[in-house]
């Protein structure tokens, strides 16, 4: 089998780590593995098919000889390095959102628009976490009728904003229960706790407001749903109304979604197309209390939906609620399945 040589950028994150993982659960063929992050991280050592493997510095030149570089680092380091990856020769596979809305660079859920990979000039983006799991969870509903709008509200985990999100969760939590055992009274604000990831305590509080705000109203976080969906569905009038909430939990995105099509569907035939999805599980029981939750999808690549039921405003609506990791589905592993499709594996 060929092998590829691959590239890490940002290779100590969160994201960097989870690529390690599941490029060797998922068996890539990689020939040589280069992580690189920046100068502190130089040395550091990870582990990847049992060895250890050096930590090497992000540089202009550190990319050559490389096929494939996964890059899961912010913004600004996208942008420094994309120009020289290409020149290097080097598929870069982008898990930031600096290059998601150009022309000439695909955004991609190999589940849903695979053939997209081939028309790359160098860059493959990755899409926004919620929107990956979003458009898992109702690809198959456009199969029986086209989308023409979206109205999501997200409900997204703590380490959505990093290592320090769950950590300042836990903190926050802690402090909240020293409280409790100290005055007796259950509180809903600590006195003493400091919020420095967060706008606001998380712990025990949602807060409705992820990424900068923008002049219509909206946030950023909230508008990719829209712009983003459009490029991957190949729906360039889909229309989205969305709400980006941050919530108390660990690990996984929630999202309640009415999906309007253009015939009317029924739930069961619905229920029906998700259920052979790749990709997606049907776990949609309400008597017997089975539903997607962040606790079940977490630490796995399946979006689970479930909540199915016809919308009551609209005769062309479903209502349905869908789970997935953030961290995997959401960005880790749809990257490696694009460079395992890339290359004509099976991903």
């Known amino acids: 089998m060929k092998t590829y040589n691959v590239g890490i950028l940002g290779a100590t994150g969160a994201v960097g780590r989870e690529m390690l993982k599941i490029l060797e659960e998922r068996k890539f063929p990689v020939g040589e593995l280069r992580p690189l992050a920046s100068a502190r991280s130089v040395g550091k050592k990870l582990q990847f098919n049992g060895k250890d493997v050096e930590v090497q510095e992000a540089k202009i030149g550190a990319f050559k000889g490389l096929d494939i570089v ?17 020149k290097a020769g080097a ?27 081939f028309k790359n000039k160098g860059v493959i983006s990755n899409p926004n976490c919620s929107t990956i799991i979003t458009l898992m969870a109702v690809k198959g509903i456009n199969k029986l009728s086209k989308i023409t709008a979206m109205n999501a509200a997200t409900y997204q985990a703590t380490s959505g904003a990093g290592i ?27 006195k003493d706790i400091s919020s420095k990831v967060f706008q606001y305590q998380i ?17 950023k976080e909230e508008m990719k749903m829209q ?30 979604v009415t999906v309007y099509t253009e015939k009317p569907l029924e739930v069961e035939a619905v229920k029906a197309q998700i259920a052979k999805e790749q990709g997606c599980k049907l776990y949609d ?31 062309n609506g479903i209502t349905l609620w869908c789970c997935g990791d953030q961290v995997r589905k959401g960005a880790a592993t749809n990257a490696v399945q694009i460079a395992l499709a890339y290359a004509g594996l099976e991903f």
């Open 70 to 86: 996964l890059g899961a680092a912010a913004n600004p380091v996208a942008i420094e390095f994309k120009d020289d990856i290409v």
């Open 91 to 117: 598929l870069f596979i982008d898990n930031s959102s600096a290059f998601r809305l150009d022309d000439d660079v695909p955004l991609v859920v190999p589940e849903i628009n695979k053939d997209d990979i």
């Open 164 to 190: 320090n999100g769950p950590i300042e969760l836990f903190e926050q939590m802690g402090a909240l229960y020293d409280e409790y055992k100290a005055t007796g009274a259950i509180p809903n604000k600590g």
């Open 203 to 219: 712990a025990g509080n949602v807060i409705p407001h992820i990424s900068s705000a923008l002049d219509n109203g909206y946030t």
């Open 227 to 256: 712009n983003e969906g459009r490029k991957i569905m190949h729906l360039p009038e889909l229309k989205v109304t969305c709400t980006c909430v941050r919530v108390p939990v660990v690990r996984s995105h929630s999202i309640a």
């Open 285 to 315: 029981d309400l008597e017997n209390k089975i539903y997607p939750m962040p606790i079940v999808t977490s630490d796995q690549d399946i979006t689970y939906v479930g909540r199915i039921r016809k919308d009551l405003i609209c005769d």
